[in-house]
């Protein structure tokens, strides 16, 4: 997933999706005032396994990304800026491009890295007094877990039809993460928040349909 400039990276054997976005002009409303998210966020950190700081995305995420994907997966939190940074160089981004990033998907290898402020996103909609003043950044976030989970499911590099899929089935996801209610107001709000986002998508993620698996 990419926003303009966009660029969309795979492997000379093309196992690996970037989900990519670009954070200009984004606008985050706090109580009524216009306020630019962090790049990349700050995120929570945590210790790894390793003594790392990256760590396995919340028990709930994953278990969400599974059901969205239809198979298991793991699905990683970047920590801090600095570990998003590393995470992507490693897959060959360029390190002073990191911030234009928010998660990448390893087709073959089902695992899914987040970036910090989207892993921060999904983790504020579970705490329902601060959704309303983050309702972009949450929309936004769990759009990109359903994005990088359709890549996963359908094996596929098709990027309007990924975005296409998850424009459909974000409701669906934040209902049941985070029991908004189908016809709330909540619930027009969110998925208004994402659209706005989604259109300052570029032409390869524009205007596809989500067709039946082959």
């Not at 028990?59 to 800026?81: F, H, N, Q």
């Not at 998003?84 to 990448?104: H, I, K, M, N």
């Not at 459909?168 to 993460?177: E, F, M, S, W």
């Amino acid at each position: 997933m990419a926003w303009a400039p966009t660029r969309t990276l795979t492997t000379a054997l093309g196992t690996i999706v970037f989900a990519a976005l670009f954070f200009a002009a984004v606008k985050e409303g706090h109580a009524g005032a216009a306020v630019g998210p962090n790049r990349v966020g700050v995120g929570h950190a945590a210790a790894g396994r390793d003594g790392g700081t990256s760590s396995r995305a919340d028990l709930w995420i994953s278990a969400e990304a599974d059901r969205l994907s239809g198979r298991k997966v793991t699905v990683t939190c970047a920590a801090t800026a600095q570990e998003w940074v590393q995470r992507l160089t490693e897959s060959s981004f360029p390190a002073a491009e990191a911030d234009e990033y928010y998660g990448f998907s390893l087709i073959r290898q089902g695992e899914i890295v987040l970036s910090p402020y989207v892993c921060e996103g999904l983790r504020l909609g579970a705490v329902g007094s601060m959704r309303r003043s983050h309702e972009l950044q949450i929309a936004w976030s769990v759009n990109v877990l359903v994005h990088e989970t359709v890549h996963l499911a359908r094996f596929t590099l098709d990027e309007k039809l990924t975005e296409a899929c998850a424009r459909i089935a974000l409701p669906i996801a934040l209902h049941r993460l985070y029991r908004v209610a189908y016809h709330s107001a909540e619930m027009r709000r969110l998925t208004s928040a994402a659209t706005w986002f989604r259109r300052t998508q570029p032409a390869a993620y524009q205007g596809g349909t989500c067709s039946a698996p082959a």
